[in-house]
């Protein structure tokens, strides 16, 4: 959220931004394209972090089978 907050006050002062390097690096701002790509980015933030937050479960469970314990609440 802070990134989007930054950038968007960045336009309304007519600066425009661009990702140097990353995944994204092809995002412009100064263009039409790169503010419509990275006015798509906040509604998918949510969902990859939820993908993100999964799969590092994922790998903890089974990391802790691999140690032979079970993942979740220990039992009462």
């Given at each position: ?18 990702v140097l390097t ?55």
């Open positions: 959220m802070h990134l989007i907050k930054s950038v968007r006050g960045l336009m309304q002062h007519k600066i425009g931004s661009r990353g995944q994204g690096a092809n995002i412009d701002m100064t263009t039409a394209s790169g503010r419509l790509v990275f006015g798509t980015f906040p509604p998918r933030s949510g969902s990859f972090e939820r993908e993100l937050i999964s799969g590092r479960m994922t790998a903890g469970l089974v990391s802790a089978l691999a140690f032979g314990r079970s993942g979740g609440r220990p039992p009462k």
